[in-house]
């Protein structure tokens, strides 16, 4: 098995609190209403958001992917950290065992928020992982936390 580790980091104009509530607390009821156009729905199959809980992410038709499963590994509100892992996919194929999110939220200078996204393709046996795949999946991710953040600022409430 090979590991493929990439960094990316996203700002924000919220609050940390907010941010990290979104992401890693409410991120079941947010994304499906921050990101219609992509994700149908996100369905607990065990848990409710505790470590160990299991999820399923079901995409609209047309997307390319049609579901993911996730396992929550770690929620840490004191040290504002999240950490997550698609654990069953339809678009593994026999490439992907997993992958695993670490992502750490913390204060930015002006107010806003820094998150800090450490992720890891684990793929099966020596099957390498193209660059252009990781960048596709890891652009998709910074256009989510965009569209999260533009939901948020629109409904102050949410």
């Known amino acids: 098995m090979g590991v493929f580790t990439h960094e990316m980091e996203v700002t924000s104009t919220l609050s940390t609190a907010r941010v990290f509530k979104a992401y890693a607390l409410e991120s079941d009821t947010i994304f499906p209403k921050a990101v219609p156009h992509a994700i149908k ?8 958001g505790a470590p160990g809980s299991i999820r399923m992410v079901s995409f609209v038709p047309g997307l390319g992917i049609e579901y993911l499963k ?34 750490k939220f913390s204060e930015a200078p002006n107010g806003g928020t820094i998150v800090n996204v450490t992720t890891k393709f684990y793929s099966v046996g020596d099957v390498e992982i193209k660059e252009e795949a990781i960048k596709d999946s890891l652009q998709n991710r910074s256009q989510i936390f965009k569209a999260v953040e533009e939901y948020l600022l629109a409904n102050p409430d949410a």
């Open 70 to 103: 996730e396992k929550v590994d770690a929620v840490d509100p004191d040290n504002l950290s999240y950490t997550y892992t698609v654990i069953e996919s339809d678009v593994f194929k026999n490439m992907i065992e997993k992958i695993s999110y670490e992502t």
């Open 41 to 48: 729905g996100v369905e607990y199959l065990q848990g409710t």
